[in-house]
Structure formats: C-alpha cells, structure tokens
C-alpha cells in the first residue's frame, strides 16, 4: 500500500523568508500524481502545487516550487517569500487512480511577523 | 462556477443514530469522492463515485455507505453512529476526463460530532 510520510508536525517561518516543508512517499507504481494542498483554519483545502511523476522538471507555482526526487521518493515544497497568509496546514498527496488520494499527517506552518 | 457544496456544516448526534452527508459537486465534474479527517487518523479515503457507480472503496466497515445520483450529487450515510466516527467528513469533486490530473476540488466540510 502507498503511504505519505511528513516528518514534521509543525514548522515556522519569518514573513519574507523561505520555508521548506518535506515529504517522502512510498509507492511501486511508476505513474502516479504527488500534490501539496493547503488547509487554513477555514478548513477548506486548497491545491497548491501538482506534480506528474513523469515529468523531471520541478513544478512552480509563483512563490511555490517543490523539489522531486522520484529515486528517493522525495517530494518537498519550497516557499519563498512567505506571507502571513501562508499560515496553513500543509498536507503532501499521492495520487493513481480517480479521486483517491492518500494524505501524509500534516504539517502546520506559523509566519510570524 | 459555484465550488464544492456540503450540507450541514455542523451537526451533533448520539451513538446509535444514522447520519446523512450531502455534497454537491462543481457543476460539470462528475466525480465526486469521500475523506474522513480526524486529529489522530487524518485524512483517509472513504470512497469515490462516478457515474452513479462506486468506483474506489477504502478501508471503511459497511456502516459507511454513498451514493450518486445522475446529476452528480452525492450522499453518504453512516450507520449505528460510534463516538469514533466524530470526524470532519471532506467532499471532493473532479472532472474525471480522460487526460486525469488527479486535483480533487474540496468542500469545506461537515463538522460531525457523536455524543
């Protein structure tokens, strides 16, 4: 079975500086989907970045980039220039079949100002 | 384009009873899927529903059920309710197409609490 593994519960940041949030994953498929959402307090999750394991170039989105390693099965997200409106539950996803993704625990990201 | 819709937001019921959850998905997108997310288990798949037909099933006991109608819309329902089954239980859409991006569109949510 796929499992999504962040090892870190909680994590905080400066406003305007860059935070690296990481995520391993485990998988024997080849093709598969990795995401990055975001869950503020208003508990609405959110898609930050997506990730086709196929592709080798990194994705970035504005002030959101990720880093895959898909030998390491490594899959951590990079953001700069953080905003107070960062603060957020960050949850790394792995997806292969149609609406079923599985979750990693979670991390909760602080900016102070 | 109106986003995912759950119904209630908020309810509380004793052990025992039955729930019903309602999601509408974003219109145009005809799959719609099921998260229980709960502080010590997190997010965890229920089931996904496409074409009125469950197409994905997690490990969930019987007392967890769905459906979909034919205009997308889906319910969920959970049995002989368990203190554990507190939980807030996620809607999620997508389009489903045959080039699968995989992003789910979330709902904000139903609060369930079991007392």
């Known amino acids: 079975a796929q499992t999504v593994t962040q090892s870190q519960p909680e994590m905080s940041v400066q406003e305007a500086e860059t935070v690296t949030l990481s995520c391993t994953y485990d998988?024997?498929?080849?093709?598969?989907?990795l995401f990055w959402y975001k869950q503020p307090p208003s508990r609405q999750m959110i898609l930050v970045i997506r990730q086709e394991a196929y592709k080798q170039q990194n994705a970035t989105e504005n002030r959101f980039s990720v880093n895959f390693q898909k030998a390491a099965k490594s899959f951590s997200l990079k953001i700069s220039d953080s905003q107070l409106g960062d603060a957020a539950m960050y949850f790394c996803a792995y997806g292969t079949s149609y609406g079923k993704l599985t979750f990693g625990q979670g991390t909760i990201l602080t900016v102070h100002p | 384009k109106a986003g995912v819709t759950q119904t209630p937001r908020y309810l509380i019921k004793t052990r025992g009873q039955q729930v019903t959850l309602s999601c509408s998905p974003i219109?145009?997108?005809?799959?719609v899927s099921w998260y229980q997310q709960t502080p010590g288990q997190g997010l965890q798949f229920l089931f996904e529903y496409f074409s009125e037909t469950q197409r994905n099933k997690g490990n969930f006991p019987g007392r967890f059920s769905g459906r979909q109608f034919s205009n997308s819309r889906s319910e969920m329902n959970v049995s002989t309710l368990e203190l554990g089954d507190s939980a807030l239980y996620l809607c999620a859409s997508s389009p489903r197409t045959g080039s699968n991006t995989g992003e789910l569109f979330f709902g904000e949510g139903s609060r369930l609490t079991v007392l």
């Open positions: 998988t024997s498929e080849s093709d598969y989907y």
């Open positions: 219109s145009g997108h005809r799959s």
